[in-house]
Each structure stands twice: as structure tokens, then as C-alpha cells.
């Protein structure tokens, strides 16, 4: 997928220094909880999109062992603070313990989410073949929320930012969701969908964007949805890439500083999320897992699930760098979509 640019351009660029901005502006930033408890398991996809900022793909072969899978189960029994259980990748479903994680994470009573891939329904694991077309009905059963990336509601954007073909897959999957109840009024059963911009742009409102989706999708494919996240391309790895290659990544950059938001950032996620990577290390955000920089105590040690201590970690500072202005420009971006 080319050239990845290095950790440290990507996260030490002092043009766009994310603390020095807080502290001119007299901001701080504490955890306020650990609420949620993310875990990357994998960094195999079916897919490998041009935005990603894993850079994941068919050829990825990290994952986390199923000490690590067993480790985070123990955590999520051992604290019930932490209530609820984000899974994603990479796409999540391709780990091989991804479905007995949901089973007993849901037997402790947890919120399970998991981040979607719809293709994955139809194109299955790329390395061992294996079919996931019993997802659909797997999520039911364990009322799992399920969110999901359209990057647009028309073939055209979705299949240019994520392959030919792309569209008419999450399109048949999404319907699979539907005829179970899946985003459906009265059911329980949670469908939300995300979007990301096509190229180096803000999202548009979020509230707009979700009236938009809804009609269009329920018109056209009689589709239907609970909420759609809008979620600001980071400019790391492979994006980061593609807008050095195109000349666009300082205007991107200066975008994003322009719309800097206080309000935004009071709500950024990684003030109640700690994220889990392949190997069992703890970031304060899955961004920040990407670029390697990792979750430490206050003196300076990583933190772990293999040695997890529920304050030690609530008393970490969070650690920024300059992609943290896209979860602060506008109304703000997260995992669950605006902030602000």
C-alpha cells in the first residue's frame, strides 16, 4: 500500500502542537472514568481503504492471543465501572475468538459494540476462507449494537473510497441486519451507521447528514437505521500518506487547527474510553494505538492488561499529539460520532 510515513512525523510535528494549543487556551483535559474498554483484536480486514488509519488489509496477520482475549475478560468481570465493550479491527470478526469474546462479554452482562464490517458477511476471512454469513443472526441472538461504515449513501463515493463493489455488498448486508430488526423501532436491536468524508474535507452536521441517510436509504433500498456517526479522517498512516503524496496534507492540517472547538473537546473519547492492542498494550485512544503511543502511569511506565490496575490507569495524563485536532475541529469527532 506504499510508503507509511514515520511514527514520529506523524505525531511530533510542532506546527501542530495539540497541547501547547490546550494550554494557551487554559484547557485540561483528565480521564473522567474508564466506561468503555476498546480492543483492536486484529488487523486483518477483507477490505484495505485508502482512509484506514490501522492500515489494515488482507495481508495483516496481528492479532491478540487468546491469553490476551482471556485477559481482557477477566478486566471486564473484575471492574464493573467498565460497562461497556467496543470491538474493532481491522474487522473484528475475522479473530478467531472474536465470536466466544461477544458470547461471554455478554454473559457478564456488558454493552458488547462491535465496528461492523459489512462486506465481511459475503467475502468471508481472506486467509482461511472461512464464511461469516452467520453474523447477521449471531448479533441477534446476543443483541450485539452493531455500527457500521456507508461512507455514502451513493455507489459511486462509497465504492471510490472503498473498492468497486463495495456498495452493493453493505447494501445486501444491511438488509440482512433489517429482516432480523436491526435498526428497526421497537426491536432493541441497535444499527448505526458512520460516515467519513471522502477526501480531506470536515464532516458535514451530523443531524443533517443522518436526515440525508435516513431518506435516501429508506427510498431507494427501503433500508432503514438508529443513528449515523460522523467521524473526521485522521491524518495518519495511509490517509496521512495520501494527502503527502497529493500535496494537501499541511492544508488539511491547517483545516483542522482553524476549526479548533473547546466545546468539542471536552467531549473527546478518550477521556472515558482505554483502548487494547494486539499485543495487550493500553492507548488512550485507538489513534493513538496506531502511531505507538501508548498509555503510561505517572511515572512514566506502559500500561497493560497483562498487569491492569483500574486506578493506575484512570490516573494517567492522556497523551496528544497533532492528529488529536481532527477529534476537535467542528462539532468534534469520536467513535460515537460528534462530541459537540
Known amino acids: 500500500m506504499g510508503e507509511v510515513l514515520p511514527l514520529s512525523a506523524l505525531r511530533d510535528d510542532p506546527r501542530y502542537d495539540f497541547g501547547a494549543l490546550l494550554s494557551a487556551r487554559g484547557i485540561t483535559l483528565p480521564p473522567l472514568g474508564i466506561e ?24 495483516r496477520t496481528e492479532a491478540l492471543s487468546r491469553e490476551g482475549v482471556e485477559r481482557c475478560l477477566t478486566i471486564l468481570e473484575a471492574h464493573p465501572q467498565i460497562s461497556k465493550l467496543d470491538l474493532t479491527g481491522g474487522a473484528p470478526e475475522l479473530h478467531p475468538d472474536f465470536d466466544w469474546l461477544v458470547t461471554e462479554a455478554v454473559k457478564l452482562g456488558k454493552h458488547v459494540m462491535v465496528r461492523h464490517n459489512l462486506t465481511v458477511q459475503a467475502d468471508g476471512n481472506p486467509q482461511t476462507q472461512e464464511s461469516k454469513a452467520h453474523l447477521p443472526e449471531f448479533f441477534a441472538k446476543h443483541r450485539v449494537e452493531v455500527i457500521s461504515s456507508l461512507p455514502y449513501y451513493q455507489e459511486f463515493f462509497t465504492d471510490s473510497q472503498r473498492g468497486k463493489g463495495v456498495f452493493g455488498k453493505s447494501i445486501t448486508a444491511m438488509q440482512r441486519l433489517n429482516d432480523l430488526g436491526y435498526g428497526v423501532e421497537g426491536t432493541g436491536l441497535v444499527f448505526n451507521l458512520v460516515y467519513n468524508p ?8 451530523q443531524a443533517q447528514l443522518e436526515a440525508d ?21 485522521m491524518p495518519i498512516h495511509r490517509f496521512a500518506l495520501h494527502l503527502k503524496k497529493s500535496g494537501q496534507y499541511e492544508s488539511y492540517m491547517e483545516k483542522l487547527l482553524a476549526a479548533f472547538n473547546p466545546g468539542a473537546a471536552s467531549g473527546v473519547m478518550c477521556r472515558s474510553l482505554i483502548s487494547v492492542d494486539w499485543q495487550g498494550n493500553l492507548s488512550d485512544c485507538d489513534f493513538n494505538q496506531q502511531l505507538d503511543l501508548l498509555a503510561l502511569d505517572s511515572e512514566a511506565k506502559k500500561l497493560s492488561i497483562f498487569d491492569f490496575d483500574f486506578e493506575r490507569t484512570l490516573k494517567r495524563d492522556i497523551r496528544f499529539a497533532p492528529h488529536c485536532l481532527g477529534c476537535t475541529a467542528g462539532a468534534g469527532s469520536s467513535c460515537g460520532g460528534a462530541t459537540a
Open 36 to 59: 468503555t474498554l476498546q480492543i483492536n483484536l486484529t488487523k486483518l480486514c477483507n477490505q484495505a481503504c485508502r482512509h484506514c488509519h490501522v492500515d489494515s488489509s488482507p495481508a
Open 213 to 233: 441517510y435516513k431518506r435516501e436509504l429508506k427510498q431507494k433500498f427501503g433500508l432503514v437505521f438508529n443513528k449515523l456517526f460522523t467521524i473526521t479522517n
Open 198 to 205: 471522502v477526501g480531506p474535507y470536515l464532516p458535514a452536521a
